[in-house]
């Protein structure tokens, strides 16, 4: 213990022993004594009723005829539960969601996770009573140690980790069998940690180090875990060539939880009510009267709503790392993203070809020129060391796209004769991984352009 | 009171005998010491006896369920954790620093200047953010290690290390300026 530890022991127990010095005993036991007199008045009542129930119950079976030996229902009958509809997550789906999970404390959402708890225990959970409802598109889980860290390829891969685990006698996995959730094939399962697995479950986040609640979630010991990995695609936005990792839908609660088996039933209801939409078509077709056109999405923007400029000339798909990813700009490892065609006004001189005049633009490589739907095009990549305002023109007056700083654009001017050229282009935070692709996507997208449909 | 249950009231066939008996033994015994660390954990001296009395309550309904009752001093301290936490939810709309009760802490004028630092630097503990606060009072007052704070605290040991990495570092900030 270091010189601040060795203060900080003693100046908390002085504190303690000094705060405590004041306590009244004699009273607090006759207290004590009080709650404890009351507590056995309530169990006296209870095992009265309890014991009345009991003997009605068994008049009632024998009057009606019900042996005893009657089959045994297994199936713990479920809580009342409230639709829920997903907001912003990266799976967009809706859910029956049981009511002691629903309300009336709001769950925790994120874009990749969605955590209820028991509503007690928002703000009074007693030891045992612990019960957390969450949905989860991990993106990392750790193994044994916190240096064991796997991005998840896929549900199998998700698996394959938890069966790891308990050859390492860390998890106990039972009751493992097949289902279909939403038309999506999952696996459904149970498990019981012998000791924690900090981040074990799996983590929101691609962190390497914080396996802190909420982002990241643990095996603990003295909970049960009941699991559904469901084979759904959450892959992100810089991470669609890769193969999707799984949706998991689970309650964590504590093992001796008296409502234990009626969670877990609830869970079960959920997941026979989730609905998964199909994902968007990655066809865009333009509302603009000015240049109508169709497009197919790079794959990233097919996961985002574009977003149409008053003008009718402008549509944009975009993603920012902070808003998709991260709760902060210093957790943002990944990088953000925009999409966009224009039909500039006015009479701009040729906007590609004067991108080299511009003060803050550098060109990477050569132009090139292809065409696109029988149209001449002219291709650049260009990175921006400071802001460029209105660098590929305006749609409107006074509303103009800038080239941000820090970014590399590959754009494209396809034009025609007697026509308005119609300006595409895709921006992205230079040498930010997963990047790599992107240009190739870009221009693939831009050769699928038809004009006039 | 009733230190060995036979004047328990109706109903105490329902607890055994020794369950009361032996509540009311460890309360005897560990009171004063929780009512310290639920102090440390909350702000007010009145809500730290409410927390010690819930936890005592707490135990004497899960008696019967403690598999080893040798385990009761940990989940009595458990409990404790839990509670703070609890009474810190649901003032945190309006949680503001409240300084300990005039006369439980001795006066500026009588501490010699070692009393005085231990003092301040126990002032600073209170204002870290409660969960800074809770893993420096788990990890030296109760002498937990950091894998226990996790499993307590339902969080990474990768989290706690954060937490009290933070707080050392704010809190020897804190003494440097004092130096």
């Given at each position: 213990?270091?010189?601040?530890?060795?203060?900080?022991?003693?100046?908390?127990?002085?504190?303690?022993?000094?705060?405590?010095?004041?306590?009244?005993?004699?009273?607090?036991?006759?207290?004590?004594?009080?709650?404890?007199?009351?507590?056995?008045?309530?169990?006296?009542?209870?095992?009265?009723?309890?014991?009345?129930?009991?003997?009605?119950?068994?008049?009632?079976?024998?009057?009606?005829?019900?042996?005893?030996?009657?089959?045994?229902?297994?199936?713990?009958?479920?809580?009342?539960?409230?639709?829920?509809?997903?907001?912003?997550?990266?799976?967009?789906?809706?859910?029956?969601?049981?009511?002691?999970?629903?309300?009336?404390?709001?769950?925790?959402?994120?874009?990749?996770?969605?955590?209820?708890?028991?509503?007690?225990?928002?703000?009074?959970?007693?030891?045992?009573?612990?019960?957390?409802?969450?949905?989860?598109?991990?993106?990392?889980?750790?193994?044994?140690?916190?240096?064991?860290?796997?991005?998840?390829?896929?549900?199998?891969?998700?698996?394959?980790?938890?069966?790891?685990?308990?050859?390492?006698?860390?998890?106990?996995?039972?009751?493992?069998?097949?289902?279909?959730?939403?038309?999506?094939?999952?696996?459904?399962?149970?498990?019981?940690?012998?000791?924690?697995?900090?981040?074990?479950?799996?983590?929101?986040?691609?962190?390497?180090?914080?396996?802190?609640?909420?982002?990241?979630?643990?095996?603990?010991?003295?909970?049960?875990?009941?699991?559904?990995?469901?084979?759904?695609?959450?892959?992100?936005?810089?991470?669609?060539?890769?193969?999707?990792?799984?949706?998991?839908?689970?309650?964590?609660?504590?093992?001796?939880?008296?409502?234990?088996?009626?969670?877990?039933?609830?869970?079960?209801?959920?997941?026979?009510?989730?609905?998964?939409?199909?994902?968007?078509?990655?066809?865009?077709?333009?509302?603009?009267?000015?240049?109508?056109?169709?497009?197919?999405?790079?794959?990233?923007?097919?996961?985002?709503?574009?977003?149409?400029?008053?003008?009718?000339?402008?549509?944009?798909?975009?993603?920012?790392?902070?808003?998709?990813?991260?709760?902060?700009?210093?957790?943002?490892?990944?990088?953000?993203?925009?999409?966009?065609?224009?039909?500039?006004?006015?009479?701009?001189?040729?906007?590609?070809?004067?991108?080299?005049?511009?003060?803050?633009?550098?060109?990477?490589?050569?132009?090139?020129?292809?065409?696109?739907?029988?149209?001449?095009?002219?291709?650049?990549?260009?990175?921006?060391?400071?802001?460029?305002p209105a660098a590929l023109g305006c749609d409107a007056a006074g509303s103009c796209p800038v080239l941000a700083a820090g970014t590399t654009t590959r754009v494209a001017d396809i034009a025609e004769h007697g026509k308005p050229p119609l300006i595409v282009w895709e921006s992205w935070t230079t040498g930010a991984p997963g990047t790599d692709g992107l240009a190739a996507d870009f221009d693939a997208a831009v050769q699928s352009?038809?004009?006039?449909? | 009171?009733?230190?060995?249950?036979?004047?328990?009231?109706?109903?105490?066939?329902?607890?055994?005998?020794?369950?009361?008996?032996?509540?009311?033994?460890?309360?005897?015994?560990?009171?004063?010491r929780l009512v310290g660390l639920a102090s440390l954990l909350v702000d007010d001296h009145g809500s730290a006896e409410e927390i010690v009395q819930d936890a005592f309550e707490s135990l004497y309904k899960r008696w019967n369920g403690l598999r080893d009752p040798s385990t009761a001093v940990a989940y009595l301290d458990r409990s404790i954790v839990y509670g703070a936490r609890s009474w810190v939810r649901r003032r945190v709309?309006?949680?503001?620093?409240?300084?300990?009760?005039?006369?439980?802490?001795?006066?500026?004028?009588?501490?010699?200047?070692?009393?005085?630092?231990?003092?301040?630097?126990?002032?600073?503990?209170?204002?870290?953010?409660?969960?800074?606060?809770?893993?420096?009072?788990?990890?030296?007052?109760?002498?937990?290690?950091?894998?226990?704070?996790?499993?307590?605290?339902?969080?990474?040991?990768?989290?706690?290390?954060?937490?009290?990495?933070?707080?050392?570092?704010?809190?020897?900030?804190?003494?440097?300026?004092?130096?």
């Open positions: 213990m270091n010189d601040l530890e060795s203060r900080l022991s003693a100046a908390l127990h002085t504190e303690a022993d000094e705060l405590s010095a004041a306590v009244d005993l004699p009273r607090a036991a006759v207290e004590l004594e009080s709650r404890l007199d009351r507590l056995e008045r309530d169990r006296h009542r209870r095992t009265w009723v309890i014991g009345l129930a009991a003997v009605v119950a068994i008049a009632l079976a024998v009057l009606v005829g019900v042996r005893l030996a009657a089959p045994h229902i297994d199936t713990e009958p479920v809580s009342p539960t409230t639709s829920y509809t997903s907001q912003g997550f990266v799976v967009p789906f809706t859910a029956n969601v049981p009511d002691w999970a629903a309300g009336p404390t709001p769950p925790v959402t994120g874009d990749r996770r969605i955590v209820w708890q028991n509503d007690q225990c928002w703000t009074d959970c007693s030891p045992g009573q612990d019960a957390k409802l969450i949905v989860l598109a991990p993106q990392v889980a750790f193994g044994a140690t916190e240096s064991d860290r796997l991005v998840i390829p896929s549900a199998q891969g998700y698996l394959d980790h938890l069966t790891a685990l308990q050859d390492a006698h860390l998890l106990t996995l039972s009751g493992v069998h097949p289902a279909t959730f939403a038309g999506h094939e999952a696996t459904v399962l149970d498990v019981v940690a012998s000791s924690a697995v900090p981040g074990g479950l799996g983590c929101a986040g691609s962190g390497t180090v914080d396996t802190a609640e909420p982002s990241c979630w643990s095996f603990l010991p003295g909970t049960r875990v009941h699991l559904a990995v469901i084979r759904a695609d959450t892959r992100p936005y810089y991470e669609l060539g890769s193969v999707a990792p799984p949706l998991l839908v689970l309650l964590r609660a504590d093992k001796g939880n008296p409502q234990l088996a009626t969670y877990v039933a609830d869970v079960d209801h959920l997941l026979a009510t989730v609905q998964i939409p199909e994902p968007p078509a990655p066809t865009y077709r333009s509302n603009s009267t000015v240049m109508p056109f169709t497009l197919v999405l790079p794959p990233w923007a097919t996961r985002v709503s574009p977003a149409t400029a008053p003008s009718g000339r402008l549509v944009t798909w975009e993603v920012s790392c902070e808003s998709a990813v991260a709760s902060s700009a210093a957790d943002c490892a990944h990088p953000s993203r925009i999409f966009g065609a224009m039909s500039p006004v006015g009479s701009g001189p040729d906007p590609v070809g004067s991108l080299p005049d511009k003060p803050g633009v550098t060109i990477v490589g050569e132009f090139s020129s292809q065409l696109v739907d029988r149209r001449s095009a002219q291709f650049a990549t260009v990175v921006a060391t400071h802001d460029v352009i038809r004009f006039g449909t | 009171m009733a230190g060995n249950g036979t004047d328990a009231g109706p109903g105490s066939d329902s607890f055994p005998t020794s369950s009361r008996a032996a509540v009311t033994a460890l309360f005897l015994a560990h009171h004063r709309t309006a949680r503001s620093f409240v300084p300990p009760e005039a006369g439980v802490l001795p006066s500026a004028e009588s501490a010699i200047v070692d009393g005085r630092r231990k003092e301040e630097l126990a002032l600073a503990i209170r204002e870290l953010p409660q969960r800074q606060r809770e893993v420096v009072v788990l990890r030296y007052y109760l002498d937990l290690s950091e894998e226990q704070i996790a499993t307590w605290l339902g969080v990474s040991t990768g989290s706690v290390k954060r937490h009290a990495f933070r707080a050392t570092a704010a809190l020897q900030k804190r003494m440097e300026a004092w130096a």
